[in-house]
């Protein structure tokens, strides 16, 4: 505190910066040689106290002790700010010490800088003061900035902990990958081990049957061989009675004569079918076909109903069907009335009433039906079969894929999707937990397209909508089974 009230003793109250060359006015007050001669030079009194100054008192005496004390504080403050550094304390255009700051500008100044032109009608405070407000505005930006930080790691603790969960998630579905494929590698090689037992069995049935066959042949054989061998050395012997008595000896030749019966028409080729029935033509679809019994969980099995005027569901509850009102007219009476009591066959397309003449309602409607099955978490997957329609929508309620000849856009936007294939059958993946529901090319599962926003709340239940004219409907909307 002694050595800042020093140092504000040595300070000139014109310039506010220590003294340089300084002089005394006959009142006693000291001030800088030039600032004194530029306050005298416009009004002869003195600053402080506004005593008057003679003309003949402009001849200045300097304070010699005042000189002194400021030179010695002037080398003082150059040393604590380490030596040269001192002029960073100076204006550098006026070489006065910045004692003031330009609230206006945000930069400091001196005393000739705040009556200079650039900094005219500014606002200025001395340093200390707005020092003291910077300072308080800084606090309360600091604690903004430390409340982003705080919020910024808040999040990113956040983002670290949805990091993790993704990779114990993306882990957990890799072990359930690997399981469920483990469980199908085992059905497959389960069934491949019985089918190869059961080629191997068949196999070696037919094997001793063709391996029996051959030996009765082979016996068949060797015995004629013999026989022959004994009628060809008979037969070559020129002796008459050699060759009648060898021919005659202990009757063997004549029973073996007698006994002879040709076996080469009764012997056959045996060649037993080795044949595995559809799993030799139609192994791998047989296959698929057992392992839809095994795999788990299996497509959702729909239930239609409906309340739209003249759209029935079949007694299995998969398929949607169209019955037209039938206009009937009296042309003798020229009466037309509505009977919705009437409609046509779905197989052979005529009339079920006893009138001659009717017209069939044929203007264009929309048929649209719910499932009876409500979904309220976990996985579903179902398949629609749409055929050849030029529109149809499918999907759970208020969230569907539509399907407007050529366009597809779903009921989250209206914008065309890229998906430009005519696929016969849709499948619809509703992952409750993940809240997600997904459309695929059922016939080859190509992904068409999958909805995130505005996911629908539980219980949802399946949706179809889809378009009929001219009469009876003959390719109702189907529910795929397996």
């Not at 409607?365 to 929508?393: L, M, P």
């Amino acid at each position: 505190m002694a050595s800042t009230s020093y140092t504000e003793d040595l300070t000139c109250p014109i310039c506010l910066t220590i003294f340089t060359d300084p002089v005394i006015l006959p009142c006693g007050h000291s001030f800088c040689r030039e600032c004194i001669s530029l306050s005298l030079s416009k009004l002869c009194q003195c600053p402080q106290c506004r005593a008057a100054v003679p003309k003949e008192g402009k001849c200045l005496l300097t304070n010699h002790i005042l000189k002194s004390l400021a030179e010695k504080e002037a080398e003082k403050l150059k040393g604590k700010h380490g030596g040269g550094e001192v002029d960073d304390w100076l204006c550098p255009e006026h070489e006065e010490k910045l004692k003031l700051f330009c609230v206006t500008d945000q930069q400091l100044a001196c005393i000739i800088c705040r009556d200079g032109e650039r900094h005219e009608g500014h606002k200025f405070k001395p340093i200390k003061e707005a020092a003291a407000s910077v300072r308080k505005e800084l606090e309360k930006f600091l604690q903004k900035v430390s409340d982003d930080i705080c919020a910024v790691e808040s999040i990113g603790n956040k983002q670290r902990e949805e990091i993790t969960k993704t990779k114990e998630k993306s882990q957990q579905l890799m072990t359930q990958i690997c399981r469920q494929f483990v469980e199908m590698h085992q059905f497959l090689r389960q069934r491949e081990d019985e089918i190869k037992k059961d080629l191997k069995d068949k196999e070696e049935e037919a094997m001793e049957k063709m391996s029996k066959a051959l030996n009765a042949v082979e016996t068949a054989l060797s015995e004629n061989r013999e026989l022959e061998g004994k009628v060809t050395s008979v037969l070559k012997i020129p002796d008459y009675e050699k060759f009648l008595k060898s021919w005659t000896e202990e009757n063997s030749m004549k029973t073996s004569k007698r006994s002879f019966k040709p076996r080469g028409g009764n012997l056959q080729v045996v060649n037993p079918p080795l044949s595995l029935g559809p799993h030799e033509s139609h192994l791998q679809f047989f296959m698929w076909k057992e392992m839809l019994q095994v795999i788990q969980p299996r497509a959702e099995e729909l239930s239609l109903k409906s309340d739209s005027e003249n759209i029935t569901v079949s007694e299995d509850g998969r398929n949607l069907m169209y019955s037209p009102n039938i206009v009937m007219s009296d042309q003798n009476s020229g009466y037309h009335g509505l009977d919705l009591g009437y409609s046509y066959c779905h197989y052979c397309g005529s009339a079920q009433d006893s009138y001659s003449h009717y017209t069939e309602d044929t203007s264009v409607r929309y048929a649209s039906a719910f499932s009876t099955n409500q979904f309220t978490s976990g996985q579903h997957y179902w398949e629609i079969e749409v055929g050849k329609r030029d529109y149809w929508k499918v999907g759970v309620k208020d969230y569907f894929l539509c399907y407007n000849e050529p366009k597809y856009v779903t009921s989250s936007q209206d914008a065309e999707l890229t998906f430009t294939g005519t696929p016969q059958k849709i499948g619809i993946y509703l992952d409750c937990m993940s809240e997600e529901l997904s459309f695929y090319d059922a016939e080859n599962m190509t992904h068409i397209h999958t909805m995130r926003e505005g996911f629908p709340s539980v219980p949802a239940e399946a949706y179809f909508e889809y378009k009929f004219s001219k009469g009876a409907d003959y390719n109702p909307l189907r529910v795929c089974l397996f």
